[in-house]
């Protein structure tokens, strides 16, 4: 089969890679209808975090399912499926309390790399949700977008604590910042302020619920979201970079007793600790729990009633995957979609 293989910084291939098979009793090998480009992806492609070269690239997937291993009960071949970057039982007590990419059993899809045109999927049972049917294709994008970039701007606002009228700020304005805007709209949020300086993704920001939009970064940043709330600062702020500067920005823009939901994967972030201190505020993120909010996301994409698949702003043959990095990387596209 074709697959993303990357060899080093801003070095991706597509090659010949073995076609997947079953190894456990609990797999699934499913046929990649869509996959896309993480902005994590983008750390190795930078070189700001070693890979071991050559790496498997890709974590975000749909497709349908070609094969179950002998355990495997509630998924068939034939279903259309979505599942998260990481594959997990769904039953241990981590899962249960809703936190199943901290799984007991967990494994890392990235490992596998889903930008392919075959993909194992391990622990299928508890990973994989099936949709009703099989979707039309104008709903590709939308369900892909549940296997991460949702589901992690989801989760972002859900740690937030986002509720009806409560006033969020979303640090961070990639595929994860937009949806977290979503989310906090679908949650019911009064105020919703987006920090961008780029007009596009202010445009679908706006779009998605923002309210209102704030250009300047920094302590700059954190005096426009004071003066936008009489002074106090958000209740609810998503953190959806990952540089210490994001991170303080975050923090600073909460007003004490509020929630930070930090989704950002963290490079290089130290926190000063008599600050967060005085701060009051919550922390709570991580690599989010895609797959506690999976059946609820697929529910409203199959409904039409939300539209997260307008992040990717390019869509590329799996061939032209490096392009699709490229583009990302130069912040000419928002998301890339590979369609293998
Ligand atoms: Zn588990």
Redesign the pocket.
Same mark, same amino acid.
């Given at each position: 089969m074709r697959g993303a293989v990357m060899y080093g910084p801003r070095d991706v291939r597509i090659e010949e890679r073995n076609d997947p098979r079953i190894v456990e009793p609990t797999d699934a090998i499913i046929r990649v209808s869509a996959a896309c480009v993480c902005g994590s992806d983008l750390w190795p492609y930078r070189g700001i975090e070693d890979l071991e070269w050559p790496a498997p690239m890709g974590h975000e997937y749909v497709g349908i399912v070609e094969e179950v291993a002998a355990e495997v009960e509630t998924i068939k071949p034939g279903q259309f499926v979505v599942g998260s970057f990481w594959a997990?039982? &769904?039953? $241990?007590?981590? $899962?249960?309390a809703g936190y199943?990419s901290a $799984?007991? &059993?967990?494994v890392p899809m990235g490992a596998l790399g889903a930008q392919a045109e075959l993909l194992r999927v391990p622990l299928a049972d508890?990973t994989l949700v099936a949709t009703p049917d099989v979707p039309s294709d104008d709903l590709l994008p939308n369900l892909l977008a549940a296997s991460d970039v949702l589901g992690t701007g989801w989760f972002g606002a859900v740690a937030a604590e986002v509720a009806p009228g409560k006033t969020v700020a979303v640090v961070g304005d990639g595929g994860v910042g937009l949806l977290a805007v979503l989310a906090a709209r679908q949650l019911g949020a009064e105020r919703i302020i987006a920090m961008s300086r780029h007009e596009p993704r202010q445009r679908l920001a706006r779009e998605y619920g923002a309210t209102d939009i704030v250009e300047e970064r920094g302590d700059d940043g954190v005096a426009r979201i004071k003066e936008l709330t009489n002074g106090l600062g958000a209740h609810s702020v998503v953190e959806a970079v990952g540089t210490q500067e994001s991170m303080l920005q975050a923090i600073r823009a909460t007003r004490p007793g509020g929630h930070v939901g930090f989704v950002g994967v963290g490079h290089e972030v130290a926190l000063p600790g008599m600050e967060l201190f005085w701060s009051l505020v919550h922390l709570h993120g991580g690599p989010a729990p895609v797959r506690r909010f999976l059946p609820e996301l697929i529910d409203l994409i199959w409904n039409r009633q939300i539209d997260p698949g307008r992040v990717f702003d390019l869509q590329l043959p799996l061939e032209q995957a490096a392009e699709g990095y490229r583009a990302m990387d130069e912040r000419e596209a928002i998301k890339t979609l590979l369609t293998p």
């Amino acid at each position: 089969m074709r697959g993303a293989v990357m060899y080093g910084p801003r070095d991706v291939r597509i090659e010949e890679r073995n076609d997947p098979r079953i190894v456990e009793p609990t797999d699934a090998i499913i046929r990649v209808s869509a996959a896309c480009v993480c902005g994590s992806d983008l750390w190795p492609y930078r070189g700001i975090e070693d890979l071991e070269w050559p790496a498997p690239m890709g974590h975000e997937y749909v497709g349908i399912v070609e094969e179950v291993a002998a355990e495997v009960e509630t998924i068939k071949p034939g279903q259309f499926v979505v599942g998260s970057f990481w594959a997990s039982d &769904n039953t $241990c007590e981590i $899962c249960r309390a809703g936190y199943q990419s901290a $799984c007991v &059993n967990r494994v890392p899809m990235g490992a596998l790399g889903a930008q392919a045109e075959l993909l194992r999927v391990p622990l299928a049972d508890g990973t994989l949700v099936a949709t009703p049917d099989v979707p039309s294709d104008d709903l590709l994008p939308n369900l892909l977008a549940a296997s991460d970039v949702l589901g992690t701007g989801w989760f972002g606002a859900v740690a937030a604590e986002v509720a009806p009228g409560k006033t969020v700020a979303v640090v961070g304005d990639g595929g994860v910042g937009l949806l977290a805007v979503l989310a906090a709209r679908q949650l019911g949020a009064e105020r919703i302020i987006a920090m961008s300086r780029h007009e596009p993704r202010q445009r679908l920001a706006r779009e998605y619920g923002a309210t209102d939009i704030v250009e300047e970064r920094g302590d700059d940043g954190v005096a426009r979201i004071k003066e936008l709330t009489n002074g106090l600062g958000a209740h609810s702020v998503v953190e959806a970079v990952g540089t210490q500067e994001s991170m303080l920005q975050a923090i600073r823009a909460t007003r004490p007793g509020g929630h930070v939901g930090f989704v950002g994967v963290g490079h290089e972030v130290a926190l000063p600790g008599m600050e967060l201190f005085w701060s009051l505020v919550h922390l709570h993120g991580g690599p989010a729990p895609v797959r506690r909010f999976l059946p609820e996301l697929i529910d409203l994409i199959w409904n039409r009633q939300i539209d997260p698949g307008r992040v990717f702003d390019l869509q590329l043959p799996l061939e032209q995957a490096a392009e699709g990095y490229r583009a990302m990387d130069e912040r000419e596209a928002i998301k890339t979609l590979l369609t293998p």
